[in-house]
């Protein structure tokens, strides 16, 4: 993942940015993904993500950025406040299907750039979905990246058959 430098320079706050912070929700049951913005807007804002220029609701949301765990899996909490009944509909039809994981993408934009501050975006899998009338929390989890092996793939006599001695 490659870090912008106008990313750099708001987290250091060499220059007095204003930035958002933007997720997109997605489901095999979705028409098209839940894309929200986390800005000091209630307007809805633009920026680059699947490929083409999204548009993002105003919609409040808080993150809990990742911590590693003994597990080594990075978990991202997620709560999604003052919520219209569109959302909570759509993560009950997703609920229905736990095979299949509900994605969700995070990123940042300058208000003044539509390009992704994070290239590629984080992307994570919803779990442990809760809601009551108010909000939604989940945990989203990115898989165990710490502890896979490497090389990522196995080197099998079936895959490689030059690897079987005569």
């Known amino acids: 993942m490659s870090i912008s ?3 750099i320079d708001r987290y250091t706050y060499e220059v007095d940015v204003d930035w ?3 997720i997109a929700i997605n489901h095999s049951t979705f028409i098209s993904p839940y894309y929200i913005h986390n800005g000091a807007t209630k307007e809805d804002l633009t920026g680059y993500m699947d490929g083409g220029v999204q548009t993002f609701r105003a919609v409040q949301f808080q993150l809990s950025l990742p911590a590693r765990d003994n597990g080594g899996r990075s978990d991202l909490t997620l709560t999604i406040g003052t919520i219209g009944s569109d959302i909570q509909l759509l993560l009950d039809g997703a609920l229905a299907t ?3 994981p509900i994605s969700v993408q995070y990123t940042c ?3 003044t750039d539509t390009t992704a501050l994070y290239d590629p975006p984080l992307l994570f899998n919803m779990t442990e979905v809760t809601s009551d009338d108010r909000q939604i929390t989940a945990v989203a989890r990115l898989g165990d990246t710490i502890n896979r092996p490497f090389p990522n793939g196995r080197y099998t006599v079936e895959s490689f058959p030059g690897l079987n001695r005569r």
């Open 109 to 111: 934009y300058l208000l």
């Open 98 to 100: 736990p095979e299949e």
């Open 20 to 22: 958002f912070e933007a």
């Open 5 to 7: 430098q106008q990313l």
